[in-house]
């Protein structure tokens, strides 16, 4: 349906002023910005449906405005022109802009020949005979004109820079507030295809529309070539493109201790994130495949999911299509020979349905791994990659390289498919049901919405053949657009690892809600091939702007990206999903950011917004290295608590046991104990700062803020003020001892060793680390509730606990390198904190006894 053609048309015969808009006609030359067309701009797949096309987010794609590429593939800065000498990065800074705003008018008269026809067309819709309603107007044309002022806006302030152009003009404050605008582009996107069903529908309900649009308005005036009007349409998505390149090349040219440097990275960010968000829900790849009876059907979506078959894990390729879900497993094979696909099922998407709230049916029971099953197996990974690192640097390193990668292959899978809990269920309207068990709500709810968009469409049951079910079957080969599954071996080495540290994220607000809810927002990060939720805001409740405010530490292995996940909160018990039982929780949208190493690990806070339906996360994040971040630095101000000498904290105190431990163990014990994810869920960073004050100058509303403070937050200082003791609990001199009494094979000896150096800890650090082993005890009891064991706690307290300080010693001992954030040495203080959570002191009650445990005087 050429629906612009149709819209031009409309306007010409029904304007006044032809000769004047047939002036502005030579101006939209569309090759004139740089550009050929590459033949997919018609928006035609191969069922000819209408399509959007796929962004490419590389800068190959600009020939003009892309730095050529050098023989290793990497960009290279573009040669100077004649008469300019090398090396004037200003100078070509100021050729680049100049070729990009004379593209940027260019553009500008192409939205301006979109919102042409929109004028009249308004103009009929309130007569007695419109050929369109406002409503359809508006949907054909939506946020045409809101582009155009944008980019209106963005033209007058970039011109006069170049026209007085020096070495001191900025123009990255006004691409970065280019970039934040990009919500009106992803609006325009989202509606993309509503505009081309509404103008077909129009079409054929309205005689006076279809007439018209059948007549090719521009061959009857001009008899140059065309341009195609889809392509005219996809402009703004072309645009945000064209813009991002430019932005490479800009950067190029700007030197870093320029002003505008900074404003430039952070508007390519947002652009690059923009385009990879898109991309997300637009796959290139997507192609059509015909059946024997001629059907047209495309993949839309598919990957690598964990199902639950015969009460056992199994891991499945699973792809959707426009009419049917299939799901497939890959056939062994000879050496040599083609993989293939066999299906397992499928159903069509006319007849599936999701779990229903008062489903009766049972729910399979899941099988989950204890926990400490898990960590075993990530910690055996990461030595794996410790081993392969070293192998590589070595002269003849490279067949055991490939053993080592075959193997730690293996352990990456079984991790995969032993990690995932969250249920994902479905059915068919004949009674069979299947169950998926996903690692992120994230994922769940992407499936979940793939399948309701296609489902809204008029479907129809459809019952393959064996020959056509065969067909289908081993196009899914060809078709599928994840090759493998999600596990680092898989990686070139020249990928990013990810980051291993710690990531902190600051939630700060969130607007666009229609309605007043409850609200909270999620944080998940990707670790060893999967996502995992790490931290939760508090609920703001009965408001359409929350404002959290809520900064959090996020532990990274390996991490490579950030989702945000925003909630409506459900109080209604009667909601209740049996397949988790939990109260089922409304994703109100969720939005995904790239963990880039150059801009996050900065001292500086970075601020970013997530788009997600129409909704706007605000949050800010800056990275800090796992060594910097447990740095022990002692405490300049002795008064306090934190920082300071254990022995020095407990004598001004006349207890053993700091007073922080203590009100913190309790008030975890009294309304923390059942908390899911006590002590591994991060705590809200301000709150805990403000805990940290309160203790330090002995604030006498220490227990009223205890009282009414997020219990995350309390099991937060209580990490940190071990975390930041000067030295570890079982202190520096101790520690080799430690890590040799945790390696002995004998029992009996291991046992004798151990607890010889428990008597061996000062009195303060003896009855503290007691105190918190009979702690951590009691919070395991309740591992059932709260899903903490103790290989979890050991994992969470033992590096804090047992790293060594900063000393002479110690310098050559701390992790080197990312691959090694899992070191022999920090698996061993895991082990000695499990070892003595497992083995618990037979002489607690006459230590007890021989020693003051608690004053009554604080």
């Given at each position: ?145 809101d582009i155009f002022e944008i980019h209106k806006e963005f033209y007058d302030a970039l011109l006069p820079s170049i026209q007085q152009w020096d070495e001191k003009v900025t123009v990255g404050h006004l691409f970065q507030k280019l970039a934040s605008q990009l919500g009106v ?418 001292k500086n806070w970075h601020m970013d917004v997530i788009e997600m339906n129409g909704i706007k996360v605000e949050f800010s994040m800056k990275f800090t290295s796992r060594d910097l971040s447990l740095k022990r630095t002692p405490s300049k101000k002795q008064s306090g608590v ?217």
């Open positions: 349906m050429n629906y612009l053609s149709l819209s031009f048309f409309l306007f010409i015969s029904s304007s006044p002023s032809l000769p004047v808009f047939l002036t502005l006609l030579p101006d939209f030359n569309y090759n004139t910005d740089g550009y050929e067309g590459d033949g997919t701009e018609d928006g035609k797949s191969q069922d000819g449906s209408e399509t959007l096309p796929y962004i490419d987010e590389s800068p190959t794609m600009s020939p003009q405005l892309c730095a050529p590429q050098g023989p290793d593939g990497e960009a290279v800065s573009p040669t100077p022109p004649e008469g300019l000498p090398p090396g004037k990065g200003l100078e070509m800074k100021k050729l680049v802009l100049s070729g990009f705003l004379a593209s940027e008018e260019i553009y500008i008269n192409q939205l301006e020949a979109l919102l042409l026809p929109m004028r009249p067309l308004k103009a009929t819709a309130t007569t007695s005979q419109p050929v369109l309603t406002i409503q359809q107007i508006e949907t054909i044309f939506y946020k045409i004109q582009y992803k609006a325009f996107v989202d509606n993309y295809k509503v505009a081309l069903e509404t103008a077909e529908k129009c079409s054929q309900a309205n005689i006076q529309f279809q007439k018209i649009s059948e007549v090719n308005s521009f061959s009857m005036i001009q008899s140059r070539p065309l341009f195609s009007p889809t392509a005219l349409l996809y402009k703004p998505i072309d645009r945000v493109t064209r813009s991002t390149l430019v932005l490479h090349d800009l950067l190029k040219h700007t030197p870093k201790d320029h002003p505008d440097f900074p404003l430039l990275q952070d508007a390519l960010r947002i652009s690059q994130n923009f385009l990879s968000s898109i991309n997300e829900e637009i796959d290139p790849r997507r192609t059509a495949v015909t059946t024997p009876k001629g059907e047209a059907r495309q993949l839309v979506k598919d990957g690598f999911l964990v199902e639950v078959s015969e009460s056992s894990r199994k891991l499945r390729h699973v792809f959707l299509f426009t009419d049917l879900l299939l799901c497939a497993k890959m056939k062994k094979t000879a050496v040599g020979r083609h993989q293939q696909y066999e299906c397992k099922w499928y159903i069509p998407l006319a007849d599936l349905t999701f779990q229903t709230l008062d489903d009766s049916d049972s729910c399979p029971s899941i099988q989950v791994l204890p926990e400490h099953e898990i960590e075993e197996m990530k910690i055996k990974i990461s030595v794996l990659k410790s081993e392969i690192q070293k192998e590589k640097k070595a002269p003849k390193g490279q067949s055991r390289v490939e053993r080592l990668r075959k193997k730690m292959n293996e352990q990456e899978s079984w991790l995969l498919l032993h990690s995932p809990t969250i249920p994902f269920r479905i059915h068919n309207k004949h009674g069979k049901s299947y169950l998926f068990l996903l690692s992120s709500d994230y994922e769940r709810s992407e499936w979940r919405e793939s399948i309701q968009k296609l489902q809204k469409k008029d479907l129809q049951a459809c019952v393959l053949s064996s020959v056509e079910l065969q067909v289908l079957t081993s196009s899914c080969f060809k078709l599928r657009t994840v090759h493998n599954i999600p596990v680092t071996s898989n990686k070139d080495d020249e990928e990013t690892p990810g980051l291993y540290g710690f990531l902190h994220v600051i939630v700060h607000s969130a607007k666009g809600f229609k309605e007043s809810a409850n609200l909270y927002c999620t944080l998940e990060v990707d670790s060893y091939g999967y996502f995992v939720s790490k931290a939760k805001t508090r609920v703001f409740r009965d408001t359409t702007e929350p404002q959290w405010n809520e900064e959090f530490e996020i532990e990274l292995e390996g991490s490579q990206y950030l989702r945000i996940l925003c909630y409506e909160k459900c109080y209604d018990k009667s909601m209740l999903n049996k397949d988790d039982n939990e109260i089922v929780d409304k994703i109100m949208g969720k939005g995904q950011v790239q963990l880039d190493p150059q801009t996050v690990q900065s934190f920082g300071v000498k254990i022995n020095v904290v407990t004598k001004r105190e006349r207890s053993k046991v700091p007073y922080i431990v203590r009100q913190c163990i309790e008030e975890v014990e009294k309304r923390g104990i059942d908390e899911v994810g006590i002590y591994r869920i991060s705590g809200v960073a301000t709150d805990i700062q403000a805990l940290k004050l309160a203790f330090d100058t002995n604030t006498k509303d220490i227990l009223v803020m205890l009282s009414d403070m997020d219990i995350n937050a309390i099991a937060g200082t209580l990490k940190l003020y071990f975390r930041e003791l000067p030295e570890p609990l079982l202190t520096d001199r101790l520690y080799p001892a430690f890590m040799e009494g945790i390696a002995l094979s004998d029992p009996a000896a291991k046992e004798n060793c151990m607890m010889h150096l428990l008597r061996s800890l000062p009195d303060p650090n003896l009855m503290t680390f007691l105190t918190l082993l009979e702690h951590l005890k009691r919070v395991a009891d309740k591992e059932p509730v709260n899903k903490m064991s103790l290989h979890n706690l050991a994992t969470v307290f033992g590096p804090t606990l047992l790293r060594p300080s900063e000393s002479e010693n110690t310098k050559g001992q701390h992790i080197t390198s990312a691959s090694d954030i899992w070191s022999h040495d920090v698996m061993a203080q895991v082990q000695v904190l499990l070892y003595y959570l497992q083995h618990p002191p037979i002489s607690f009650a006459e230590l007890k006894r021989n020693t003051l445990y608690f004053s009554t005087d604080v």
